[in-house]
C-alpha cells in the first residue's frame, strides 16, 4: 500500500494499491494542470518521471472517456481498467483526469488492424468502428451516459497535453452540437470547432439575416431528417432508406424546409448555408 500524506486533510491520507496507480493519479493532475495553461499545450512533453514507467515514447492511440452516472452506479477506475484489457487484448495506461473522466491508450496496431490501407482515411475509418464496439461495451456495463474521443496515432511523450486537450474539446463541442450522439472524433467536428470559434453577436447577426424562420430547428423531425441528409452527403436515396421512409416523403419534407426556411438544400450553395444556419442555432441558442 502506498499513501499519500501531501494533502490538505492528513487524517484521511489518499491509498493506492500500488506504485502503478499512485503515478498514473499523479500523471493525471499533472496532465490537468498543464491543460488548464493553454500556451503550454503545444511545447509541454511528460516528466521523464512518467515517460517510461507508463510506456509513453511508442506510438499510441488515445482516446477520452467521460461518463454522465448515477452517484449510486459510479464507474471505478479499477473496474474500467479491467474492462478495457479485456477489450484491447493488452495492458492499458489508464490515466484519471477527474471525477467520471479518464484519458487511456491503445497500441495503434491493435486499434487500426482492421484498416483496409495504411491511409489516414483508413484508419479513421477503422477508428470509428473501434469506438463503436467501444462505446457499446461501456455503456452496456454500467447505467448511465458515455461520451468518447479518440485520437490519431501519436507519441505521448510529447503530445499527450495537445491531444488530450484537443479530445477534451471534441467531446465539449460534440455534446454541444450532436445532442443524441456519443462518440465525438476530432476529424468530424472541423465545421462545429470553426462556428463556436464566432462570437455571439456576429452568430446572432448571420443567424437573423439569413434564417427566415429558426424555429423549425426546434422541431425533432425536421433536425433528424437535415442531420441524416447531410451526414449522407445530401443524397435523397439513401436519406430515406436511414429514416425508414419513402423517397416521396423525404422529398415532401425537404419542400417544406424550402418553403419554411427560402433555401433547397438539394442544391450546393443552399445546403452548406443551412448547414451553418443549423450549427450557429444550436450553439447560439444555449446561452
Wanted: charged residues 25%; negative net charge.
Amino acid at each position: 500500500m502506498r499513501t499519500n500524506t501531501g494533502l490538505a486533510d492528513e487524517t484521511q491520507p489518499v491509498v493506492y494499491e500500488n506504485d502503478r496507480e499512485q503515478y498514473l493519479t499523479e500523471l493525471g493532475l499533472w496532465l490537468k494542470e498543464q491543460i488548464k495553461q493553454p500556451t503550454k499545450q503545444e511545447s509541454e512533453s511528460v516528466p521523464d518521471r512518467f515517460v517510461v514507467a507508463a510506456g509513453l515514447n511508442a506510438e499510441k492511440i488515445l482516446f477520452l472517456l467521460q461518463g454522465d452516472t448515477p452517484d449510486a452506479h459510479r464507474l471505478r477506475s479499477k473496474e474500467l481498467n479491467k474492462l478495457l484489457e479485456s477489450y484491447f487484448g493488452e495492458e492499458i495506461v489508464l490515466i484519471p483526469l477527474g471525477e467520471q473522466e479518464w484519458i487511456f491508450m491503445g497500441d495503434k496496431e491493435i486499434v487500426t488492424e482492421e484498416a483496409e490501407e495504411d491511409t489516414t482515411e483508413a484508419k479513421k475509418d477503422s477508428l470509428n468502428a473501434f469506438c463503436l464496439g467501444l462505446h457499446e461495451l461501456v455503456a452496456s456495463e454500467w447505467a448511465g451516459v458515455f461520451h468518447l474521443s479518440a485520437s490519431l496515432p501519436c507519441i505521448p511523450a510529447q503530445q499527450l497535453v495537445s491531444v488530450t486537450a484537443l479530445l477534451k474539446e471534441s467531446v465539449q463541442l460534440g455534446r454541444a452540437f450532436h445532442v443524441t450522439q456519443h462518440i465525438h472524433l476530432p476529424w468530424d467536428l472541423h465545421l462545429e470547432r470553426l462556428v463556436a470559434s464566432i462570437p455571439d453577436e456576429q452568430r446572432i447577426r448571420f443567424i437573423q439575416e439569413t434564417g427566415k424562420d429558426t424555429l423549425i430547428f426546434n422541431d425533432s423531425e425536421t433536425l433528424a431528417t437535415l442531420e441524416t441528409f447531410f451526414s449522407l452527403d445530401c443524397n435523397v436515396s439513401e436519406t430515406a432508406k436511414r429514416l425508414f421512409i419513402h423517397r416521396n416523403t423525404l422529398v415532401y419534407r425537404l419542400d417544406k424546409i424550402k418553403q419554411e426556411i427560402g433555401y433547397d438544400v438539394r442544391h450546393f450553395e443552399s445546403a452548406v448555408l443551412v448547414q451553418f444556419l443549423l450549427l450557429m442555432y444550436k450553439v447560439t441558442k444555449k446561452h
